[in-house]
């Protein structure tokens, strides 16, 4: 089952994910900063910020700020997460800074679907559709599926493989009615229930139906299983992840302020890096990146290796 | 080269390596608490104590008293850590409630021996071969092999797996030579270099010279990749693990007084039961005690659990 690549792609969402969940008002200042900071890490891909409603996510009020004021590196892909045509309109005045492509988004949970949209699985698909056709319509191209909650649910409990299958199926029917061009398939451990074995059976059933779709993870740390599920998906040939640096976020599907956000990007980098994996990343260069973000926060990350330091520097330290 | 266990054996070393590092002092009674509630949860070897210079280890000044104190429950095994002939004399004073073993304790850096011992690795062999003989000529069987920075080194860099056999192999010339009857090698991650590659590198080079020899892991989570690593050990047949509750302990080499200390043994509980092997732990029972470990002393743990809660008592809500 080994099919280790050569490279992967890593997608840095630790400003959106961060600065969403931070009780403490962060200054704009601040987040720019962070992310002309990750722009010179040798990371290609960053999620800079959120286009939601201010009233309900106060810590992005100052998205339209943040991307005016953060430097675009060449070569660097910057995007800016959005769920609706109002927070579209609000990323397309950018569309000079920012990658825009529009996203099918579904949950292998019913349970979650009504908890946390308020709808049906049906209604969502009918949701996503007009969501794509909106997109079409403006000539944005819809290029993934996403499925949340593809490993389990708090709501309810373990969702099997074929589940996960079934609801990438009802996305792609969407990109077929609506002619959008599918590349890439993510999968979301929403609330933290992936382990190595679930990540090795869930990726084999999509693998069967759909051989040749690019998957990438989106993985929580809520119980500690993060990188191992990580190298999980890496023997299974994954090629992009989702990650935060220093671990910036929350879960806050876990009930507990307490509980860990995404895969920290540092142990990801280390992960792959060791394993012969390019990134493209500058490991030392990233950890000072973690460590600015632990001074922006105010108190200490789950990020292991803004405390440990590299390998690499030890190595050069004994050589 | 996957080889899984039906069970894994589970030594708990919180109350030990936690109580020793950190800063606050910890009543003698908390100790005792915190003993007396990981015997309820269904592991059956716990580390309680360290026989140490109370000068060099103030926080196990009342190891004594803590021994005395707990309550010793039929099935678990309880042990003290002592490095010398007075450590070993006064765990002999509890042998009705401790189970005492001898350890030929080696190292395969020789830059580390040099830092961490004061002496050399000839040195060390020499003192090892008569630590053994003590204990045989006290009647105590020497069962255990055991290499520290098995997987790298802060000192001397990266350490290659020949290096880690030929550690292992010095190790069983003294039980040659003293009559040491040897069941068991403990690879320790002693620093945090380990990496799921380096782990499979180490243990295959390992069995292709002691097929048969049972081989423990004493991993820490210095870099984030503690459960990583476990996972890579569980597929490479390892059947047991040094842990801490809550991910009690710390990693004093590292340099970072925020850096993370042993794989906590929440996590590894729920990788082995989520892959279908057997630990005997109750985990809910278990994260009620990692609580308590957070509540004694007095800051949040590395342990996620702790926080976010089981799968299974998610599980039992939304059936």
Not at 72 to 95: C, I, M, Q, S
Not at 117 to 130: F, I
Not at 304 to 309: P, R, V, Y
Request: overall charge negative; some cysteine.
């Amino acid at each position: 089952m080994s099919d280790l690549p050569n490279h992967v792609e890593i997608h840095e969402e630790g400003p959106r994910e961060g600065f969403q969940i931070e009780p403490g008002p962060i200054s704009t200042a601040d987040k720019i900063r962070l992310i002309d900071a990750l722009s010179e890490t040798g990371l290609h891909h960053i999620q800079a910020c959120s286009f939601v409603n201010p009233r309900l996510v106060p810590g992005w009020a100052d998205a339209e700020a943040v991307v005016a004021g953060f430097t675009a590196k060449p070569g660097v892909h910057y995007t800016g997460l959005y769920f609706n045509g109002n927070g579209l309109d609000r990323a397309l005045a950018f569309e000079d800074k920012l990658t825009i492509r529009g996203s099918i988004s579904l949950t292998a949970s019913e349970g979650f679907t009504k908890k946390n949209l308020n709808r049906t699985h049906a209604d969502n698909v009918e949701a996503m559709k007009r969501h794509a056709e909106l997109h079409l319509a403006k000539g944005i191209p819809v290029t993934r599926v996403g499925v949340m909650a593809a490993f389990g649910c708090n709501y309810q409990g373990d969702i099997p493989p074929a589940q996960v299958v079934k609801t990438l199926d009802d996305g792609m029917k969407i990109a077929d009615e609506t002619g959008a061009k599918i590349s890439l398939f993510s999968l979301a451990d929403t609330m933290g229930w992936a382990t190595p074995v679930r990540i090795e059976r869930v990726i084999a059933a999509v693998r069967e139906r759909w051989p040749d779709m690019k998957i990438s993870l989106h993985l929580h740390d809520t119980r500690g299983l993060a990188v191992a599920n990580a190298h999980a998906g890496l023997k299974m040939g994954v090629t992009r992840f989702d990650s935060t640096v220093g671990g910036l976020g929350g879960c806050p599907f876990a009930g507990q302020p307490k509980a860990a956000g995404n895969i920290c990007t540092e142990e990801l980098v280390l992960l792959c890096e060791e394993m012969g994996i390019d990134t493209g990343v500058d490991l030392d260069k990233l950890i000072e990146v973690g460590r600015m973000a632990e001074d922006i926060v105010g108190h200490q990350l789950p990020g292991e290796l803004i405390h440990a330091g590299s390998l690499d520097a030890f190595r050069r330290m004994a050589a």
